[in-house]
């Protein structure tokens, strides 16, 4: 077999000490990350791979990079494909994430989530101001809810997903 898949669903992500599907990829086998932060698979350039969401392509076409950032929490199911690939991803060269999120359902649910935190070194010459803790430095909110539409039948629902993200940043050092 030249390609291989593998296939994370939504408890295997929500184990996981992650906040974004990047680091959830780089923690496959076969898939590292740059010094910039863009992924590579099986050693081919980060532009060489196809990002589809619920099975439309979510790539821009300028510079091959992912027009769609999803949260998380709103992920069903994420697979990569690594090596050979149908004709169908006609734009792969390397490899395919596909990400399929998850539907509102018969019952109403949701999540919250916040977290927040702050850099921190013991190089106070290169790094001013580090040794001011701020723990709302960067602060992340994410959230969910779905369910069924109520005035409609029983086969429609909804799923919302939204994040909000406030780093006020860590660029505290002098150029040498």
């Known amino acids: 077999s030249t390609s291989s898949q593998t296939s994370i669903d939504e408890s295997q992500i929500r184990a996981l000490p992650v906040e974004s599907i990047s680091q959830i990829l780089a923690l496959q086998a076969g898939i590292t990350k740059g010094s910039s932060g863009e992924l590579h698979i099986r050693g081919g350039r980060s532009t060489e791979i196809a990002y589809n969401v619920n099975g439309v392509s979510a790539i821009n076409p300028y510079d091959f990079g992912r027009t769609v950032q999803i949260s998380t929490n709103a992920v069903q199911e994420l697979s990569v494909v690594s090596g050979t690939f149908n ?29 927040t935190g702050d850099y921190l070194s ?55």
């Not at 509102?104 to 916040?114: A, D, I, V």
């Not at 959230?143 to 406030?166: A, C, K, Q, V």
């Open 122 to 176: 013991k190089a106070k010459e290169k790094f001013f101001n580090i040794d001011k803790v701020d723990p709302v430095n960067n602060q992340v909110f994410e959230g969910t809810l779905g369910g069924p539409i109520p005035l409609l039948e029983d086969n429609f629902s909804f799923f919302f997903s939204g994040r909000y993200n406030h780093d006020k940043g860590y660029l505290y050092g002098i150029r040498q």
């Open 87 to 115: 004709a169908e991803y006609g734009n792969a060269l390397s490899g395919v994430v596909n990400t399929i999120t998850k539907e509102g359902g018969s019952k109403f649910n949701g999540t919250l989530t916040y977290y």
